[in-house]
């Protein structure tokens, strides 16, 4: 039934004859029959690249197919939605006295009064809404701002939370699982979410090893991908990065075409648009547009919202649903919007765009006190009159699900790694790549762009540089003597503490790329937990190149005990304090959704994390409620592995004879008194104390620190283990905080 119709339609609004100028390359174009033949993607895309290469003289090479289709059949997917009903709680207005306030405003239409209380009220935005999308086709949802057109795409895209959309949404009279929606579909959303230090090329090509099918070799990756580059318009730009505030880069409009590329890559039976001409000019928004047609002619579902289309656009579109405050106020082909209105009592001029007229038609009783409860009432009996509702099972119009997804794969839909499983939910798996081949992709993808701002490394490694040389200088070549272990105690305690300060310049990184990652994984581009470890992998180096240059500005200026293995060690328990640093900030920006609050939070934190630490109060003169922070502490671990690295030698002596006096009022007083208050103390305790007695190792200084509890290696391992802590924790807020859908 939907291909008698699109034969009908088709002829209708011939491009080429009503468009004129601005379709002049659809004129080479052989025709296409779309009852007889129904070419995929790949084959739109060639077929309009090389007629586009002949009228322009373009040396590109042509980019050939990349499935032959074979017999083509006629693979119908209707897509149905009933009674879809959503509703949110919103905070309600506290009102002044009656005597005070002005006329109250009378409530809409949409507005429910259920669930009200003091403080809330319930606000309906999709009310009872119902239709159906069909393969070949492109659903379009207009309306005015607030109307409810991106809550219902929402809705069909299954990005509402379980429990709170009432309503049924089928594919071919199944309701679609989750897991199976994920695959099938792709969700284009308004704002442009895209690596900025990437070239259009290399963006669309991470796409393409996301979602094309394993089975599919790197080349005709990159044929699929240059022949979408062609097509969206996209070739004088493919080797220009995209670009941001400090970089410059593609214009608004291709930035746009790249966002709508990445989601279509993979040739979609299900697209859902979020106003994809938002922010284009008008041939751009036809452009695009046109894609969006080729990519329902090849056998997808293409649904869209779209503020106020032009009249090029209105004749590409099959069917429209006009909103009104979450109500359907229209719903049909766009060639019956004259008779509707004109029935209604309100027909639209010639000459004028009818959509426009629509929706500002809709705008003014939305105005009126009656509102659009008019218009929808006749809506509801123009479509009982003229289409009156079809009750034969859907499983007899047409193919079952799993019939027509096994049809649409071998024709060559782009389906990642499709499979003939009995169930449509195990026809196809849930990611398109294997675990280790998607670390590979986002590791190499954050490399590159990481690659391009070479000066965010480098102002880390010269904060690093210049605090290392600091101390370095500050500290140079610290003796034995009881000062010198104090200054020592400094030096550590300072040293560990930053090395997670210089951390936190990790916490932007993923605040960044925040709502990039959950565009993607909202539709399995990629697992969780393979962005988690590539995350913890591409930090790896840095970090060790980091620990290294801070270890030897510091270890030898200052003086530090243990030769080779001593600087080996102190090497390693730096690397780990940055590791288990970074992971922490990272962990935090799984948490945290805003910069600067971040950076707050960073800072009072690993404030006091030093505070615990043991260098302000030893352990054994902490008070016992707080006790536990101390344990909880980052910089504890490895400030007790520095020290015992540093003291733990049972022979080296760091008070000798009358140096015990040095940290008493008695330092000021000459040296023979000192050694005569020496001899007297020898005498009284019985002990012979000369002025080169060993009076204190370094042993002695650890316990007087009260650091007992641990070995050095124990302290690294716990340190390591704080850092693995922290990434399995950032992949549980990845988990339960990304979930990408309205509550």
């Not at 009908?8 to 080479?28: C, K, Q």
């Not at 195990?426 to 000066?455: C, D, I, Q, Y």
């Not at 640093?581 to 707050?600: A, E, I, K």
């Not at 190792?697 to 802590?725: E, H, M, Y």
């Amino acid at each position: 039934m939907s291909r008698v119709v699109a034969e009908n339609i088709l002829p209708e609004r011939d491009t080429s004859a009503m468009f004129g100028h601005s379709m002049e390359l659809s004129s080479g174009l052989p025709p296409i029959n779309s009852a007889s033949t129904k070419p995929t993607l790949g084959h739109f895309l060639k077929r309009v690249g090389d007629v586009r290469k002949e009228a322009t003289g373009d040396e590109t090479p042509v980019h050939p197919v990349l499935v032959d289709i074979g017999e083509p059949r006629s693979i119908p997917f209707v897509l149905s939605f009933n009674n879809l009903t959503y509703s949110v709680k919103v905070g309600r207005k506290i009102t002044l006295p009656g005597f005070m306030r002005g006329p109250r405003r009378p409530p809409a239409a949409a507005d429910s009064l259920d669930g009200e209380s003091f403080f809330t009220r319930t606000k309906t935005l999709l009310n009872d809404i119902s239709g159906e999308a069909r393969d070949g086709e492109i659903l379009a949802v207009l309306g005015a701002s607030g109307s409810g057109k991106s809550t219902l795409i929402d809705a069909l895209a299954n990005r509402m939370a379980k429990g709170s959309l009432k309503g049924t949404v089928t594919l071919n009279g199944e309701a679609m699982e989750s897991r199976l929606l994920k695959v099938i579909s792709a969700y284009v959303m308004q704002d442009d979410l895209l690596f900025p230090m990437l070239t259009v090329e290399e963006t669309l090509m991470f796409a393409s090893e996301f979602r094309l099918p394993r089975t599919l070799s790197k080349s005709k990756k990159k044929m699929r991908v240059q022949a979408l580059i062609d097509q969206l318009g996209l070739r004088n730009a493919a080797k220009t990065v995209i670009g941001d505030e400090g970089h410059r880069g593609v214009s608004g409009g291709e930035r746009r075409r790249v966002s709508i590329g990445i989601d279509i890559i993979h040739d979609p039976i299900i697209l859902f648009l979020d106003e994809p001409t938002s922010g284009l000019d008008s041939t751009s928004a036809f452009m695009v547009v046109k894609v969006l047609q080729r990519i329902a002619q090849s056998g997808s579902i293409v649904i869209m919202s779209i503020h106020q289309p032009s009249y090029r656009i209105l004749g590409l579109l099959d069917r429209l649903i006009f909103l009104s405050r979450g109500q359907t106020v229209y719903s049909g082909s766009p060639m019956h919007l004259p008779l509707f209105f004109s029935e209604f009592g309100h027909p639209i001029p010639e000459n004028e765009n009818k959509t426009e007229f629509a929706l500002d038609l809709i705008r003014e009783l939305e105005g009126s006190p009656g509102g659009t409860k008019s218009l929808v009432e006749f809506n509801k009996s123009w479509e009982n009159m003229k289409h009156p509702r079809n009750t034969e099972p859907a499983e007899q119009q047409g193919l079952s699900l799993k019939e027509a997804i096994s049809a649409s794969i071998s024709r060559g839909k782009l389906v990642p790694g499709a499979t003939n499983d009995a169930s449509p939910s195990s026809m196809v798996p849930t990611f398109a790549n294997p675990f280790w081949k998607e670390m590979v992709v986002l590791s190499k993808r954050s490399v590159t762009n990481g690659r391009r701002r070479p000066e965010l490394f480098g102002i880390r490694l010269a904060a690093v540089l210049v605090t290392g040389f600091i101390l370095a200088t500050m500290f140079w070549r610290l003796d034995n003597s009881p000062k010198g272990v104090q200054e020592r105690l400094g030096f550590f305690a300072f040293a560990m503490s930053t090395t997670y300060y210089t951390c936190a310049d990790a916490l932007p990184v993923f605040l960044q790329e925040r709502y990039i990652f959950m565009r993607e994984t909202a539709y399995n581009a990629y697992r969780r937990s393979s962005y988690c470890l590539s995350n913890a992998l591409v930090a790896l180096p840095g970090l060790i190149f980091l620990s290294f240059a801070f270890a030897a500005t510091t270890f030898w200026a200052v003086g530090l005990d243990g030769g080779f293995s001593g600087f080996l060690f102190y090497f390693l328990i730096i690397f780990a304090s940055f590791w288990a640093g970074s992971s922490f900030v990272t962990f935090l920006s799984g948490v945290v959704p805003h910069v600067m609050l971040g950076y707050t939070i960073v800072v009072a934190i690993l404030a006091y994390f030093l505070l615990f630490s043991g260098f302000f109060i030893n352990r054994d003169r902490i008070p016992p409620y707080w006790i536990w922070f101390h344990y909880m502490s980052l910089v504890k671990y490895p400030y007790e592995a520095v020290l015992q690295n540093e003291f733990n030698n049972p022979v080296k002596c760091f008070v000798r004879g009358v140096q015990i006096f040095d940290n008493t009022p008695l330092r000021a007083v000459p040296t023979s008194m000192k050694l005569k208050l020496l001899q007297t103390l020898s005498n009284t305790m019985g002990v012979p104390i000369t002025s080169s007695t060993c009076l204190t190792t370094g042993r002695d200084i650890l316990k007087q620190q009260a650091i007992t509890d641990l070995s050095k290696w124990n302290c690294l391992w716990v340190t390591v283990a704080w850092g693995f802590l922290f990434r399995i924790l950032f992949y549980f807020s990845l988990l339960m905080g990304s979930k990408n859908k309205r509550r």
